[in-house]
Antibody, heavy 117, light 107 residues
C-alpha cells in the first residue's frame, strides 16, 4: 500500500528556519517524482515544486523559486521542504504527493505550519 | 503560463441532483494532462479523474469528466451526501503544473 506520511504541525517565529518531511512507503521511491503543494488558510491548492528522488532533479514553480528548497534522502525514502527565513505569509498546510502520469495520485496527510511571533 | 479558471465558485445543490463543474484554460491543454481532485474539509485532496475522463481507482462511476482544448467539465450524477466538497482541476504542461481555484459543491 502506497503511503506518504508527513511530519507534524509546527509553530515557528518569523525569520526562523524549518524543514518538514514526507516519508514514502509501499512503492519504489526512486522511480516517481514527489511534489509539494501549499494550501493557505481557506484557499486553494498551489503547486510549489517537484523532485525526482532517483537523481534529485528538482523543478520549482516560478512563484516559489528561491523561497523554499526541496530535497530528498533516498536512503530513508524521505522528501523534504525547507525554509531558511520564514514569514507570516508562509502559514499554511503543506502537502506532499506522488506524481504519476502527470497527476498527484497519492497524498500525504498534510502538515500545518504556523508562523507567528 | 496556463491559468485554469473554475466556475462557478460555489454550486448549491441537493442530494440526487446533477453537478456540472467547469474548468477553462487560458491556453489549450492536452487532454492527457487534465485532472480533477476532490477535497473534503480537514482532508488531503483525492484524485478523481485523470486524462480528462479516466476515473482513478475506486472512484464511483457517477463521476465523469469530459472536454478538450480549453474547456473541461466534471459531472457528478445523482449527488450523494459524501460528494459535497471542493473540486479542483489541474493541468500538467505549462509551467509544469497549475491548479484551478476550485469549485465548492454545497447543499
Amino acid at each position: 500500500e502506497v503511503q506518504l506520511v508527513q511530519s507534524g504541525a509546527e509553530v515557528k517565529e518569523p525569520g526562523g528556519s524549518l524543514r518538514i518531511s514526507c516519508k514514502a512507503s509501499g512503492y519504489t521511491f526512486t522511480t516517481y517524482w514527489i511534489g509539494w503543494v501549499r494550501q493557505m488558510p481557506g484557499k486553494g491548492l498551489e503547486w510549489m515544486g517537484i523532485i525526482y528522488p532517483g537523481d534529485s532533479e528538482t523543478r520549482y514553480s516560478p512563484s516559489f523559486q528561491g523561497q523554499v528548497a526541496i530535497s530528498v534522502d533516498k536512503s530513508i525514502n524521505t522528501a523534504y521542504l525547507q525554509w531558511s527565513s520564514l514569514k507570516a505569509s508562509d502559514t499554511a498546510i503543506y502537502y506532499c504527493a506522488r506524481l504519476a502520469t502527470m497527476v498527484f495520485d497519492y497524498w500525504g496527510q498534510g502538515a500545518l505550519v504556523t508562523v507567528s511571533s | 503560463e496556463i491559468v485554469l479558471t473554475q466556475s462557478p465558485g460555489t454550486l448549491s445543490l441537493s442530494p440526487g441532483e446533477r453537478a456540472t463543474l467547469s474548468c477553462r484554460a487560458s491556453q489549450s491543454v492536452s487532454s492527457s494532462y487534465l485532472a480533477w481532485y476532490q477535497q473534503k474539509p480537514g482532508q488531503a485532496p483525492r484524485l478523481l479523474i485523470y486524462g480528462t475522463s479516466t476515473r482513478a481507482t475506486g472512484i464511483p462511476n457517477r463521476f465523469s469528466g469530459s472536454g478538450s482544448g480549453t474547456d473541461f467539465t466534471l459531472t457528478i450524477n445523482r449527488l450523494e451526501p459524501e460528494d459535497f466538497a471542493v473540486y479542483y482541476c489541474q493541468q500538467f504542461g505549462s509551467p509544469l503544473l497549475t491548479f484551478g481555484g476550485g469549485t465548492k459543491v454545497e447543499i
